[in-house]
Nanobody, 127 residues
Framework: QVQLVESGGGLVQAGGSLRLSCAAS????????MAWFRQAPGKDREFLAR????????YDADSVKGRFTISRDNAKNTVSLQMNSLKPEDTAVYYC????????????????????WGQGTQVTVSS
């Protein structure tokens, strides 16, 4: 079965950095565009960044542009999110997700576009 397993979350001070990873199995990884979302308590799940199947194209939400960078390694079946200049408002559970479609449009920033999800990893940023 398909599994997406996130890792790398934790507690960090404001201004610090974290690198999240998502390991995929049970699917042909290079056939899926990948994305990162997050969900803070009491809030909707929020799109952060997306990367195409080949890794040649990325799209970042305005809220993280210039601070977060998505990347992938198709040889290792992993997608990563480098997070710099973290703020307390970045505190949330972070999820990776897989989308069979490689076409990008605004609808691909929405939760229903993604077929598979990881279980999430907690990121807490202290002030």
């Amino acid at each position: 079965q398909v599994q997406l397993v996130e890792s790398g979350g934790g507690l960090v001070q404001a201004g610090g950095s974290l690198r999240l990873s998502c390991a995929a199995s049970g699917l042909t990884f290079s056939n899926y565009a990948m994305a990162w979302f997050r969900q803070a308590p009491g809030k909707d799940r929020e799109f952060l960044a997306r990367i195409s199947r080949s890794g040649g194209s990325t799209y970042d939400a305005d809220s993280v542009k210039g601070r977060f960078t998505i990347s992938r390694d198709n040889a290792k079946n992993t997608v990563s999110l480098q997070m710099n200049s973290l703020k307390p408002e970045d505190t949330a559970v972070y999820y990776c997700a897989a989308d069979r479609s490689d076409r990008f449009s605004v609808t691909r920033t929405l939760v229903p576009a993604y077929e598979y999800w990881g279980q999430g990893t907690q990121v807490t940023v202290s002030s």
